[in-house]
């Protein structure tokens, strides 16, 4: 057995959890077996220190690997990324139904602060018919990769290319820059964010429309959400403080020692925002049945490469940055087809439905499709075929969905939840 | 042919496995290790036993999801210690479970004393990973492959 961790209390049910990290069965205490073998209602079993105190030193670092969340990494393309006035100016913006061709639709439309930055839509319809559904925004500056193909590589050219999509808002450039240098609060607002006067003239149209998207980059950099129940028992493993840790749900705890474990789940959902951050195929059907037809990563890579808009662009801060010119370094081959990015579970309970089209409705019947993998397509002769039926039982499907809401985490401060107030 | 090994190949996550296309530990402590404490280096034969490789990374082990730079010295292996002149080197990696590679290139630059600095190898997922050290020289073209695990 790995040696313990500093632990300050000696459980007795080491050898019993040892297994339970490795295989993910789930734990019965000595007096549940009891009760099965006597034919009794087993009870669930209870949280407990000595459940906390048997994980061992290779099991605690795992953990740790998946919180707390921490700050994400700054954006260096986007110099305003954490300028308060820009973030108070890309609020204004997110809210504003102008932004739409209709005068109806805002950012906020698809990414609802009342349903955790997500629509709980299958597929978002603003203009159109949309081909993806809306994800959380919470915790979205620390994605590396934006759009589920991640054809934009930072967060101002994704709200650059929501601006600019028919489908979606679809202002466009001209349109949001004519919106920034007319309405006078946001012109006022823009100079306080940029030092600078907005303009529509054709040769400033694209200045002023990609310092607006910076400073909604700049808003939407602040919706963390952290302080879940997971993060309060990693941050009370890594300060070795036992009883704090032993306040995290045992079925929660179980799940975990699944997702390590068996479950393999942090194969692809690794790191503190529990997703790799890359692109994969799960052989998840597309709605309506068939082959798969939605490109992927395979598009997504030529579009991000191609967009005069990305971080080695002439409209970046730092386009010589090494975060920036990763994009130059992304291989493109076959067996990108179809991968979408890594969901994020941090929040994943608030987000339903799930899936890159909204295929699946509850995480119930997200964590029977690993069970069985029933329905999956194949992701072709270059996918990836690590996936093999989990055969979840039912308790551990239970255990793994207490595990998953465990990650909910705390909203943004409330003044970050609508439009600024105008100034009287 | 066996070739000695600088030291600490667990510490850059060597599986065993890797161990077995003609590579043995030696005593720790010696080498390019001692004089760049940060690094740790190994040796492993090319697959065709042509050459030596001696590959220096970080001192902690590969880890998952951050851009990783190695240091690659190519030896004639019938000749330790003497470098091979006039050679190309190509890097790449991959996952033989998942069957799928890498999906940043990995930047390498040939240094004036011959020897070769790999930049960005960004290995994204935790498992078993195959990193691929292919040594082109004129009509040659011999690979060189080294088991990691990443947790």
């Not at chain 1, 679809?170 to 006022?188: E, F, H, Q, S, W």
Request: some cysteine; charged content about 25%; aromatic content about 6%.
């Amino acid at each position: 057995m790995a040696r313990r961790a500093g632990l300050t209390r000696r459980g007795s049910l080491a050898a019993l959890l040892a297994g339970l990290a490795a295989c993910g069965g789930p734990a019965r205490t000595p007096a549940g077996a009891q009760a099965e073998a006597s034919g009794e209602p087993a009870p669930r079993p209870r949280p407990s220190a000595e459940l906390v105190a048997a994980l061992d030193e290779a099991t605690i670092r795992r953990v740790l690997r998946h919180g707390p969340l921490g700050p994400p990494e700054p954006d260096p393309t986007n110099r305003v990324a954490a300028s308060p006035a820009a973030a108070h100016l890309g609020q204004r913006l997110f809210y504003d139904p102008r932004l739409s061709l209709s005068g109806m639709h805002s950012c906020a439309s698809c990414h609802l602060p009342t349903r955790a930055f997500a629509d709980g839509l299958e597929l978002p319809v603003p203009q159109g018919s949309s081909e993806r559904h809306s994800p959380t925004l919470l915790n979205v500056a620390h994605q590396r990769w934006l759009f589920w193909d991640g054809r934009a590589d930072s967060l101002w050219s994704q709200a650059l290319a929501v601006i600019e999509n028919p489908k979606e808002l679809g202002i466009g450039r001209p349109g949001l820059a004519r919106l920034v240098t007319r309405d006078p609060l946001y012109r006022a607002e823009y100079r306080a964010a940029f030092d600078a006067e907005p303009s529509d003239a054709p040769e400033f149209e694209d200045r002023t429309a990609v310092h607006a998207a910076k400073a909604i980059a700049a808003y939407e950099a602040r919706l963390q959400s952290d302080d879940s129940a997971f993060d309060r028992f990693a941050a009370a493993l890594a300060a070795r403080d036992l009883d704090t840790a032993a306040e995290y749900p045992d079925d929660a705890l179980r799940g975990l020692l699944l997702f390590l474990g068996r479950g393999n789940c942090r194969s692809c959902h690794v790191g503190p925002l529990f997703s790799d951050g890359e692109f994969h195929s799960i052989g998840m059907p597309p709605r309506g049945g068939g082959r798969p037809t939605d490109p992927g990563r395979l598009r997504g890579i030529e579009l991000l490469q191609a967009n005069p808009f990305r971080g080695t662009g002439p409209w970046s801060d730092a386009p010589d940055s090494e975060r920036a010119r990763e994009v130059e370094a992304l291989v493109r081959s076959s067996e990108h087809w179809g991968q979408v990015r890594t969901p994020s579970l941090r929040n994943v309970a608030r987000t339903a439905p799930y899936m890159s089209q909204g295929q699946k409705p509850t995480l119930r019947s997200v964590l029977e499709f690993y069970s069985t993998l029933e329905g999956a397509v194949a992701a072709g002769h270059h996918g990836e075929t690590v996936l093999a039926p989990l055969r979840f039982s039912a308790a551990e499907m239970d255990d793994l969905e207490a595990f998953l809401r465990s990650l909910d985490g705390r909203d943004p401060p409330e003044e970050l939840l609508w439009a600024p107030p105008k100034p009287r | 042919m066996q070739v000695r090994v600088a030291s600490l190949a667990a510490a850059l996550g060597i599986a065993a496995a890797a161990l077995s296309i003609g590579v043995t530990p030696a005593a720790p402590g010696s080498g390019a290790a001692q004089a760049a404490p940060a690094r740790a280096e190994v040796r492993f034969l090319s697959n065709g036993g042509r050459y030596s490789l001696a590959v220096s990374g970080p001192a902690g082990g590969f880890e998952t999801g951050k851009a990783l730079a190695l240091d690659v010295r190519v030896e004639h292996a019938a000749a330790p210690g003497v470098r091979v002149d006039g050679i190309a080197l190509l890097v790449d990696a991959d996952m033989p479970e998942h069957l799928h590679g890498i999906n940043r290139a990995p930047r390498v630059e040939r240094r004036a004393d011959g020897s070769f600095r790999v930049e960005n190898l960004f290995l994204h997922m935790p498992g078993w990973w195959e990193i691929f050290l292919d040594v082109v020289e004129g009509p040659w073209t011999e690979r060189a492959q080294w088991r990691v695990e990443l947790d």
